[in-house]
């Protein structure tokens, strides 16, 4: 880099829609696809860096790319800093509120950044934050996809050498749902760690009385049994269930997970490393879960957040998806059942440009 310092000097921001090999089912829809914005911050020094962030539906991918876009002159010329802007934009956002495509802009800027600044340094992100490389335990994502459907990606995932896996559930009836983890568990083998997933779809009465029933079945955890946001609410299930209650992937920003570790609504904690806001926010909660000696995983971004587990002291699981795999020139590698972080400069995150081109929205 020499003697000085980089500084932002553009930003280049395009839209995808990546279709999955197969629909992702959750007992509220089906996702066919990613909508992604590619954030790519350019430096004076030649050096750039990468982001995506994901916006669910394409109705959004539009008005997030412009509100990246957006950023750029109040960064232009700042330096290659990514605490300091974090904190710059923070501020500038603190009346309108750091949460939903606002918080989405954020952290693109934020992921970019990183990338860039790691990058400039010639070194693996993980390096830069003072960790080393080291294989993670990943897990293996199965749907809404009924008994016959979760047993066979069980199987899937088993024959890969994957030690977790984990389901999405809520179906009709508790049996069903116990059938479905029952099936994965024949077809997986004793040795899988089973996961389950409501999004959200429970009342907390719904869920106590489910959770009596699913207790017995050895889960590694059940996820977001009830609203993201009703704390008390995962409070009392977490109080009275048996099996562990994971949290996080809806929480916007370090201070939701505060709220939420406050009220003891969760054992376990898997923030979204763009919702929790990039970067600088997982270093943040990564502290924060430390300091409480809760466990923590990741949500979605598996090669940026593989790279922030490395750097997490309480790093627990690491959930694998390979939606975004077409555009990305190096995936993350999956050996043996084990997520393989290697010591590329940068966060991980490159283009396959003919792949970008081929799936532009």
Not at 141 to 169: L, N, Q
Not at 251 to 260: E, F, S, Y
Request: aromatic share 6%.
């Amino acid at each position: 880099m020499g003697h000085s310092s980089p500084t932002i000097d553009a930003i280049h921001v395009r839209a995808v829609r990546v279709p999955m090999s197969e629909p992702h089912r959750t007992a509220s829809g089906a996702v066919a696809e990613s909508p992604l914005v590619l954030t790519d911050v350019h430096t004076d020094a030649g050096v750039s860096g990468h982001s995506i962030v994901f916006t669910y539906t394409p109705a959004a991918l539009k008005p997030t790319a412009e509100l990246i876009r957006n950023l750029e002159p109040l960064i232009k010329g700042d330096a290659l800093a990514p605490l300091e802007v974090a904190q710059k934009l923070a501020a500038r956002f603190r009346l309108l509120g750091t949460q939903g495509l606002v918080g989405m802009a954020l952290a693109a800027i934020d992921m970019a950044l990183w990338d860039a600044l790691a990058r400039a340094h010639r070194l693996p992100l993980v390096r830069l934050l003072g960790g080393t490389e080291k294989p993670l335990r990943p897990y293996g994502a199965i749907g809404y996809d009924g008994v016959p459907g979760s047993a066979k990606t069980a199987e899937a995932w088993a024959r890969r050498g994957f030690t977790g896996i984990k389901a999405k559930i809520g179906y009709p009836t508790v049996q069903e749902d116990v059938a479905v983890v029952r099936a994965m568990r024949q077809a997986a083998g004793d040795g899988m760690a089973i996961m389950v997933d409501y999004n959200q779809s429970l009342s907390p009465v719904e869920a106590l009385e489910r959770l009596r029933a699913l207790d017995g079945e050895g889960l590694a955890w059940v996820e977001e049994p009830t609203l993201a946001h009703d704390y008390a609410g995962h409070a009392r299930v977490a109080g009275e269930a048996a099996t562990p209650i994971q949290c996080g992937e809806n929480w916007w920003g370090v201070l939701d997970m505060q709220h939420a570790i406050d009220a003891q609504a969760s054992d376990y904690v898997m923030p979204d490393v763009m919702k929790i806001g990039g970067v600088t926010g997982w270093l943040k909660a990564a502290a924060l879960a430390s300091a409480k000696g809760i466990l923590m995983s990741n949500h979605l971004w598996p090669e940026v957040s593989a790279r922030l587990l490395c750097c997490t002291p309480t790093a627990h699981w690491l959930e694998y998806a390979d939606w975004w795999n077409p555009i990305l020139a190096e995936p993350l590698l999956i050996e043996n059942g084990l997520a393989v972080v290697n010591d590329t400069v940068g966060s991980g995150v490159a283009w396959n440009e003919d792949a970008v081109a081929r799936f532009a929205a």
